[in-house]
């Protein structure tokens, strides 16, 4: 059967084989050479973990075939049902001013950057057009929380409509919170929203990355959080962590501003290269290479930290430990192949243009307006069918990219035009230079090489990570 | 251990060999067709079989007493051997012959099972049933009376054989036979899933989706252990598009993987095989050997210590089990199994494999141990046997 293979660093005498269906081997060098060379003894060991594992399969191949197939079909389930994100951007008007922005803000007065009435019930429809049976409807800004009126009403148009639609509907938000009180929360939690909030880390870090007038976002995010976690229960909230190159430096402190704050998880999260966050790379941004070892540094903690009981994990991690170690897809619509841009989310701006991914639309505002796909007054074939979409499909398939078809980690990975067409003008990307690329390929080795170890700990976390249960304790006396 | 056999005087000429025994309350309450039925009359109780003649019951059973009474009008079923084995609520065969009788359903114990058939197609090297090539379909015939009078609160009833599927069409009247009397009552159907490769095979049982579990053996995640495993070329192959064609269909299905030196080198791989290939599965079972049938013979092939084989078990239930596949594991004793694995261990499904060591006298641990099989012997029994402490069991 078709394999891919590579040498982790660190991982000596063994090379990583994986299949189209992301299952994966360590094979010996011996062991590699035979099987490539189709020598490899059927008496070993080695034949019978290839054969179960479907990378070798003996006299008729149909019933081989229809497993892969099988796992095939679960892989990319995702595909099915099209869009089942759908992001409202209500506003694009914020009251912070943080240097890495990827959205041009508009200072917290200028109505003009609100979503109309028209445009988000025009929205609405586009949506309900989607055949996915379950649907997440997240606002988006500028901060969101400054056009509140316009949630209320999407948010119970919504659900008028859903008496017939019948779709599974989740509502979230990303906002600062700070804006989160009394009616707020009353309607939030009656609406069981899920929030994500930006937490940069310990005070000073933080407030450096976000600025406000009269400063405090440290402070007042806090409160929001605390606030939130009241009316909703911890479950509801989840946070981000935007890294500047400052951040790069305090690893361990922003791992311990989340446990501190009694998060569960973190989400470490590079630059990306979209607006004001492009114009503030030379100040703000860095390499990947300068990335990846403060991830390592960081997952390394994170995980001593579990092993002396402390749970939390790194949500990034688990995306990627999801696609390695389970036949499942997950619901990140930001690694996939094909891309998540368009088949997986949808953006519906302030304006009514609709946007193939959030990216997408910050896209628009440097000046690139290829992934517009058209206005919320479009049918979802016009949109399904648009020049943005053809572009997208031509080069969202990482499968056929020049540099992904071959690469071992690619039933892991996924392709991003989006970020191709922001860092290097062009969806297909230059792979050798290509900062997702090196992202990735970093990301999976350091994961690769842990999975190699095979650590009992580390694997019980990362497993715990996938499955979203906790780490299993062994009983004392077999612990050591 | 309760026998299912007994043997009893039977005078006057009974109408049928298939008697649901009921106390005379219940037989009064009309649940049950009356001409099924053998009142219970404890020995005390003076009932004039008269009136129960005019209500049409089939008999009545005084299992104590030594004959009829000179009043009795109603067919007599009494003097049983052994009076423990028929209660009310069984149903029972009288064989009007020979006075042999033998409970077909025993209401309240903790398995019932029903025997579908001697023949299969398979010849598992540890087949604790070995098959026979032989007519039996007197079996079904008389299955299909007996269903009826089963107890519709019963929760779960077991198919066993014997392979089912060899039985055709038949298969499917059964469980019609189980969905039309016994609504209420979830069906486990032991099979080698072989025939099921079929897709019209699969289609014939659709009347189970949704009310029986397939329990179906897979011993590796390769085909030429499995296959040797079962002595049957091809078998693998077979019973993984059964798997999937069950599954296709709405069908629950569960694994079963008995664990012995034959199926060991591949456990754990197993284990990862199913997490990839069929995470839909609603339960996966590890079992223990049964040292019974063909197990006796190849005893020399099969025999692993189940102390020395424990933590591996324990790693394999537990990959499944972490990943949300709910995992049992049957028939080990827990002083053989690490700690770790205590959780996933259940008591024997079967009254009639728990039995007790004269080593677990004294053992705290007993009330939550499933023991060993009836006709567990000292070649079978593991160095690691052993009573607990209760201070040690607390931990």
């Known amino acids: 059967m078709p394999f891919r293979f590579t040498r982790i660093p660190g991982v000596d005498g063994k090379v990583l084989v994986t299949s189209e269906v992301g299952e994966f081997e360590f094979l010996d060098e011996t062991d590699f050479r035979g ?12 034949y019978a973990d290839l054969q179960g594992k479907h990378f070798l399969v003996e006299g008729d191949p149909s019933t081989t075939l ?67 049976p379950s649907l997440t409807v997240e606002f988006q800004g500028g901060e969101p929380l400054l056009a509140f009126a316009r949630i209320q009403q999407i948010v119970e148009a919504i659900e008028e409509r859903n008496r017939v639609e019948g779709r599974a509907i989740t509502f979230s938000m990303t906002s600062t919170l700070h804006q989160a009180d009394g009616e707020v929360l009353e309607f939030l939690r009656r609406h069981d929203f899920q929030l994500s909030t930006s937490l940069d880390g310990p005070e000073t870090l933080h407030d450096a990355n976000r600025p406000r007038p009269g400063r405090e976002s440290h402070r007042r995010t806090l409160e929001g959080i605390g606030r939130v976690r009241e009316a909703l229960g911890e ?10 190159r400052e951040s790069l430096k305090h690893p361990e402190a922003i791992v311990d501003e989340y446990v501190r704050l009694g998060f569960p998880s973190i989400f470490l999260r590079p630059l990306s290269p979209f607006g004001f966050a492009a114009k503030a790379a030379q100040r703000i941004g860095y390499g990947m290479e300068e990335f990846l070892p403060f991830y390592e540094r960081a997952l390394a903690y994170i995980l001593e930290l579990n092993r002396k009981g402390v749970a939390i994990q790194e949500a990034y991690t688990g995306f990627l430990l999801s696609h390695i170690l389970t036949p499942f897809p997950t619901g990140y619509v930001d690694l996939r192949s094909p891309t998540g841009a368009g088949l997986g989310a949808r953006v519906y701006n302030y304006d009514g243009d609709v946007y193939a991914s959030d990216e997408g639309r910050m896209l628009a505002e440097m000046g690139d307006h290829s992934l517009r796909l058209g206005t919320v007054h479009d049918s979802h074939a016009d949109l399904m069918n648009s020049e943005g979409m053809q572009l997208l499909l031509a080069t969202g398939v990482a499968e056929a990219l020049p540099g992904c078809s071959d690469c071992a980690f690619l039933p892991y990975c996924g392709a991003d035009p989006v970020f191709n067409l922001a860092r290097e003008g062009d969806p297909v990307g230059h792979r050798p230079t290509n900062a997702h690329c090196v992202k990735h390929t970093g990301l999976f080795r350091i994961l690769f090489r842990y999975l190699a170890e095979a650590d009992p700990h580390v694997v019980r976390t990362f497993t715990s990570w996938v499955t979203q249960r906790p780490v299993r304790r062994l009983p004392d006396a077999e612990a050591a | 251990m309760l026998p299912l056999h007994t ?88 064989r009007q012959d020979s006075g042999q ?55 779960q009833l077991g198919f066993t054989g014997g392979e089912p599927t060899l039985l055709g069409p038949l298969l499917p009247e059964l ?20 025939n099921f490769a079929d897709p019209a095979v699969a289609d014939s049982v659709h009347d189970a989706a949704g009310f029986a579990t397939w329990a179906i053996p897979l011993y590796a995640d390769v085909p030429s252990r499995h296959d040797h495993v079962v002595q049957a070329a091809g078998a693998f192959d077979a019973t993984v598009n059964g798997i999937y064609n069950l599954a296709e269909r709405g069908h629950a299905i569960e694994i079963r993987f008995v664990v012995h030196a034959q199926t060991l080198p591949r456990m754990q791989h197993f ?125």
């Open chain 1, 35 to 46: 099987f490539a060379a189709g020598t490899l003894s059927p008496a070993t060991d080695a």
């Open chain 1, 66 to 132: 229809r497993m892969v197939a099988a796992k095939y079909r679960t892989r990319k389930s995702f595909l099915k049902g099209g869009p089942a994100l759908h992001v409202f951007v209500v506003t694009l008007r914020c009251d912070h001013s943080c240097r890495y922005c990827q959205v041009s803000r508009q200072t917290a007065d200028q109505a003009r950057f609100d979503m109309s009435v028209e445009t988000a019930a025009a929205a609405i429809d586009l949506m309900f057009q989607t055949p996915s």
């Open chain 1, 235 to 244: 479950r509801s909230l989840t946070a981000l962590t935007t890294l500047t």
């Open chain 2, 7 to 94: 043997r009893a005087v039977i005078s006057g000429a009974l109408s049928r060999q298939l008697l649901k025994v009921l106390d005379l309350a219940e037989a009064l309450r009309g649940d049950v067709p009356h001409e099924q039925v053998a009142v219970h009359l404890d020995d005390g109780i003076d009932v004039d079989t008269g009136v129960l003649r005019d209500l049409r019951f089939a008999a009545v059973m005084r299992p104590g007493a030594t004959d009829r009474r000179p009043d009795d009008v109603l067919p007599v079923i009494c003097g049983l051997s052994n009076t423990d084995v028929v209660n009310p609520g069984d149903v029972i065969r009288v």
């Open chain 2, 101 to 155: 009788l033998s409970v077909l359903y025993r209401r309240g114990a903790n398995a019932n099972s029903l025997f579908l058939t001697v023949q299969c197609n398979s010849r598992c090297l540890m087949c604790s049933q070995p098959p026979r090539d032989e007519d039996d379909l007197w079996r079904v015939r008389e299955l299909l009376d007996l269903i009826p009078l089963i107890d519709r609160d019963l929760p």
């Open chain 2, 175 to 194: 469980i019609r036979s189980c969905k039309a009397a016994l609504p209420w009552t979830g069906l486990h159907i032991l099979t080698n899933g072989r």
């Open chain 2, 271 to 395: 284990a990862e095989f199913i997490w990839r290939n069929m995470p839909f599965v609603s339960h996966v079972a590890f079992m223990g050997l049964e040292p019974m049938g063909f197990a006796k013979v190849n005893r020399d092939l099969l025999w692993v210590d189940p102390v020395d084989y424990g933590p591996a078990l324990a790693e394999a239930a537990w990959h499944l089990q972490d990943r949300g596949i709910t995992t049992s594991i049957y028939n080990v004793p827990l002083c053989v199994l690490p700690k770790a694995a205590w959780p996933l261990a259940r008591q024997s499904i079967s009254d009639w494999k728990n039995v007790y060591d004269p080593a677990c006298e004294g053992c705290s641990m007993r009330p939550r141990c499933c023991g060993f099989f009836a006709s567990h012997g000292p070649a079978w029994r593991s160095r690691g046997i052993r009573a607990f402490r209760f201070d040690e069991a607390a931990e």
